[in-house]
């Protein structure tokens, strides 16, 4: 009988890491992206049967019904892809079966404002949330310091591709007033947050996969070592440490999970605070994120667990992984290098050293094309600014 397919939704370093982790595990697998970019370079990369579409083109219900296959697991890479398959007719949703969770348990970790109200109900550490439905919302605020609040993006992922940072710092009222009316009116919705205060490398992720059954059968746990932009940036150095390092964020994450009633592959952002020293929980992704593939590496392949968890199959548990191994990105640490560098925060020394040894998120000795043309594509762009003049090659 022939093995069923997955079949990876979405575009980015995200779907790239997804395809591999299941080719490695021997799953046949296709790939309808969004935007096709350095996934579809990938020697993986195959395109769904039966129809010339991507996501960005058709509804992902209507490339379902056109494709040739008979059945496939849907493995989601972003969060407007796992809100298409919560639309999903029953009967393609049988065809293409899926580990995630309920719609609403997605919105109950998604939304911002759902999520700060689960979290006042269990009591577990986090940051200080309120929601803004209206501009005279702000008002609320008069009188108060700023120093420690900001404006959050709902949806954090269209705010990235907006603005190259996750949130917004405000001095005063008079500056939330009009950053306020600036993300509104290009159509983003945004709450205002407590800023954790601490440097980049006191945020921790946690990922890891629960099955349908309740049970989390792995997590990983790494490091942020490095982001850019400094505030509201991307991992642009990591490391994996041990479980036993986060124990009190492992045991807040596991009771967030249960309360939701969660099943898929996840991701959450911890923060230690430098007042108290206390892990605040920031968010949870409930879908393949960025650095799937690094987990991976070391050793907890979610994307397996989840397709195995879609076809009813058993998954057991992975209670080890691989510790002290760093990734970097290089031309996003590039740009938190100079950061650092400008603001006497890092010496040249400690850069190369953090960069011996460290994996790569795009390129791979078993599949290279994905990294080889992002470095081309890099170096292009650093030709082209040096051949204008401007001087600044990050």
């Given at each position: 009988m022939a093995m069923t397919p997955a079949v990876v939704l979405g575009s980015g370093l995200g779907a790239l890491g997804a395809m591999r982790l299941l080719n490695r595990a021997g799953i046949p697998t296709y790939l309808l992206p969004a935007a096709p970019a350095l996934e579809s370079r990938s020697r993986f990369a195959r395109r769904l049967p039966g129809t010339n579409q991507t996501l960005a083109s058709a509804p992902l219900a209507a490339i379902l019904e056109s494709t040739t296959l008979d059945r496939a697991v849907l493995i989601p890479c972003s969060d407007a892809v796992l809100a298409a398959m919560a639309q999903l007719p029953a009967a393609l949703?049988?065809?293409?079966?899926?580990?995630?969770?309920?719609?609403?348990?997605?919105?109950?970790?998604?939304?911002?404002?759902r999520f700060a109200t689960l979290l006042g109900q269990l009591g577990v550490p986090h940051p200080r949330t309120l929601v803004i439905t209206a501009p005279q919302d702000l008002e609320a605020f008069a009188g108060t310091s700023f120093s420690h609040l900001f404006l959050k993006p709902v949806d954090s992922a269209s705010f990235m591709r907006a603005y190259g940072v996750k949130g917004c710092r405000v001095r005063d009222l008079d500056d939330a007033r009009r950053q306020l009316a600036k993300v509104q009116a290009d159509g983003h919705r945004v709450i205002v947050q407590e800023f954790i205060p601490g440097p980049g490398s006191a945020h921790y992720l946690l990922d890891g996969f629960m099955d349908a059954g309740g049970k989390v059968r792995a997590m990983f746990a790494r490091r942020r070592l490095r982001m850019y932009p400094p505030d509201f940036g991307?991992?642009?150095?990591?490391?994996?440490?041990?479980?036993s390092e986060v124990a009190p964020a492992v045991d807040v994450l596991r009771r967030i999970l249960a309360a939701a009633g969660y099943r898929g592959i996840f991701s959450a952002e911890f923060k230690r605070d430098e007042r108290d020293g206390v892990l605040k929980i920031l968010e949870v992704n409930a879908r393949v994120w960025i650095y799937v593939?690094?987990?991976?590496?070391?050793?907890?392949?979610?994307?397996?667990?989840?397709?195995?968890?879609?076809?009813?199959?058993?998954?057991?548990?992975?209670?080890?992984?691989?510790?002290?191994?760093?990734?970097?990105?290089?031309?996003?640490?590039?740009?938190?290098?100079?950061?650092?560098?400008?603001?006497?925060e890092i010496r040249a020394w400690d850069w190369l050293r953090s960069w011996i040894g460290a994996q790569q998120p795009a390129f791979s000795l078993s599949d290279p094309l994905p990294g080889l043309s992002d470095w081309a594509e890099l170096a292009g762009r650093v030709l082209r600014r040096a051949w204008r003049g401007s001087g600044a090659l990050l």
């Open positions: 949703a049988g065809r293409f079966p899926s580990s995630t969770p309920a719609g609403d348990a997605v919105s109950m970790l998604t939304c911002k404002d991307n991992s642009t150095l990591m490391a994996s440490v041990p479980l593939e690094f987990t991976g590496r070391c050793g907890i392949d979610v994307c397996t667990m989840s397709y195995r968890d879609a076809l009813g199959l058993p998954v057991a548990d992975v209670p080890t992984y691989r510790t002290g191994v760093r990734m970097v990105c290089p031309y996003m640490d590039l740009a938190a290098v100079r950061y650092g560098w400008l603001h006497k």
